[in-house]
Structures are given as C-alpha cells and as structure tokens.
C-alpha cells in the first residue's frame, strides 16, 4: 500500500476516527475525504423542497410526496410525470423527478448528482441550492445513489444518500 495512504490513515485515527472506517480508506482521495469530516467541512443539509415550490414550469407537489431524508437516505414517492420537465436534454422525457434543496454555510462549493446516471454527472449548485434529479433507481444494472461533494478553503467532503427505499411511479 501506498506509504501517503498509510500516513492518511493513521492521521485519520489519530483525529478520532473510527477504527472500522480504516479498511474502507485505500485510495489518497478517500482518506482525504475521511479526514475531511475532521477539519472543518461540515456536512451538507439535505432536505426535500417544499411543495408549493415550483422549479421547469412544476409545482414540487406534483413531483414527489412523503419525502424525507434521514440517517444517510432519502424516503418518499417520486410521482410518473409524462412527458418530463424540459423539452430536451436530461429533464425530458417520461419519467421519475426529486426536488431537494442543500444548505451549508461554510460552502464555497456544492456538486450534487446521482451516480450511476445518463446525465452529466456532477453539477455545482447555484446560489438557490435546489437541484432536481430524473431518477431511474437502477442505471445501467446499478442502485443509484445521491453523492454530495462540499468544498471549502479547497478541502473536500463527500456524502453519499441512499435512495434504494423510493417509491417511483409509474404510469
């Protein structure tokens, strides 16, 4: 192994992490990402739009119900919308859509994006903080998951949701 990530790790448990995480860290981004938690980048507020906000020409009520997000996943129903959001592009078509709104005030950065996905993968998040998703819940013979990448002072941390347990309509 690496002698940085060696180093990495050590670090990370002598910052207080957990020892169990340390087999998990095998890359240098990984426990850059790890050591993350520890100094300073606070996690990202993740937490489904209300319903009477209105994002591409839909009321967020007629996207998605029940929506919570808890302990690392997101729960809810995601309402068959034909036709999709937008007339071209990843928003288009039939499909399954997610409202969420992220919120960190020590952010100089935000990019969210669902992985595995047809779209372009990470975006950055604009002033608003909202980012709506076409979810497939599985992609190409994958779980999707929501990854979020918060950077601040250049240090970066990454959270990754779970959104195995959504309910997707269908037509």
Known sequence: MDLTVTALK?????????AEDVAEIN??????????????????VVM????SD??????????QKEMAVSDGA???????????LAPSGYLSGD???MALKFENAG?????????????SGMVELEEDGVCVFKVAGVYEGRQ????????ENGVSKTQTFDISELTLEES
């Open 144 to 151: 999707q998951v929501l990854k979020v990448v918060t950077t």
């Open 74 to 84: 997101i729960t809810g129903t995601l309402k068959f919308v034909s036709g999709g």
């Open 27 to 44: 890359l240098i981004p990984d426990a850059i990402n790890a050591i993350a938690g520890f100094v300073g980048v606070g996690d990202t």
């Open 54 to 63: 209105e994002y591409y020409g839909a009321k967020v009520n007629t996207l």
């Open 95 to 97: 499909g399954n859509f």
């Open 10 to 18: 050590n670090l990370y448990k002598a910052l207080g992490g957990n």
């Open 48 to 51: 489904p739009c209300k319903g």
């Open 107 to 119: 952010s100089d950065k935000i990019e969210v994006g669902l992985v595995p996905s047809q779209g």
